[in-house]
């Protein structure tokens, strides 16, 4: 089982490889919704790499 740290890090991480690629397929907000969900489910485990993590 995943440390609640790292569950919340990897959602993060998933909805935001999703969002990038949902924006370069959407027009916009309209069009924004359903890419973002067709993305969620496209994106693999190989697609979030922690280097792409930084602290704030």
């Given amino acids: 089982m995943a440390e609640p740290f790292e569950a919340a890090l990897a959602a993060l991480m998933h909805f935001a490889v999703a969002g990038e690629r949902a924006a370069l397929h959407s027009a916009g907000p309209g069009s ?3 890419a973002f969900v067709d993305a969620l489910a496209l994106v693999q ?5 922690l280097a792409r993590v930084r602290r704030a």
């Fill in 45 to 49: 485990p190989e697609d979030m790499d």
């Fill in 32 to 34: 924004f919704v359903p």
